[in-house]
């Protein structure tokens, strides 16, 4: 069964800073990389998908794919108090249907 | 209106006693999901409806039901909580697959 794996557990950064999130698939069939965002008191919201080789950037977030290693990084520029949340890596398989399989997750605190 | 609820928002339950989870869209989505979510862990797929076919994941399969009634409206059901219950669950909703949008939970505490 496929497994998806975050790091770091949980990372600081001072506002204004930079933000690195990290994830990596068990399974090389998979389709697409998402990254979603939880605030305490919602459910996940998502933020970006990714499924080709190299950058994707949506405003101060960029997602990064590297489809040799399975590994997908989000980073995050000048990162804003409002950023502090839960952030989930989850993975689309071709042979999944609609199923995301998610990781556990990276907590996020900016200190204003 | 990109709004996924879920009724209700906490609920307490007795072990051995049935719970039954609500969760509306209005965005005409094909698919509806429930998920389970522990502290410190990944959510994890409980089972989806994709328009009226469920799909049960298979380590869940006996200990989760659903319904759906409708395409607005998705049920989970429980026949006897036990204390591993205890858990957010989440209720999430996709058109073909695509983005999922997710409810805000429902806090069940089983004691």
């Known amino acids: 069964q496929q497994k998806v794996q975050q790091s770091p557990e949980s990372l600081s950064v001072p506002e204004g800073g930079m933000a690195s999130l990290n994830c990596t698939s068990s399974d090389r069939n998979f389709q697409y990389f998402w990254w979603y965002r939880q605030h305490s008191g919602e459910g996940p919201k998502a933020l970006m998908?990714?499924?080709?080789?190299g950058d994707k950037k949506e405003g101060r977030f960029t997602a990064h794919l590297n489809k040799a290693s399975l590994h997908v990084s989000l980073h995050i520029r000048d990162s804003q108090p409002s950023d502090s949340a839960l952030y989930f890596c989850?993975?689309?398989?071709?042979?999944?249907?609609?199923?995301?399989?998610f990781g556990g997750g990276t907590r996020l605190t900016v200190r204003p | 209106d990109t709004t996924v609820k879920q009724n209700p928002r906490y609920k307490l339950a007795r072990v051995g006693k049935p719970v039954n989870l609500i969760c509306s869209q209005t965005m005409n989505h094909d698919t509806m999901y429930w998920y389970q979510k522990k502290p410190n862990q990944a959510p994890k797929l409980l089972l989806f409806y994709y328009d009226k076919i469920l799909n049960r994941e298979a380590d869940t399969f006996e200990k989760f039901q659903s319904s759906r009634p409708n395409n607005s409206f998705c049920s989970l059901y429980i026949g006897s909580a036990g204390l591993e219950y205890s858990a957010m669950y989440l209720c999430?909703?996709?058109?073909?697959?695509?983005?999922?949008?997710f409810g805000p939970g429902t806090r069940l505490l089983v004691l």
């Open positions: 998908s990714i499924f080709s080789d």
């Open positions: 989850a993975v689309r398989n071709n042979n999944a249907g609609a199923k995301l399989t």
């Open positions: 999430a909703s996709s058109s073909r697959g695509d983005t999922q949008y």
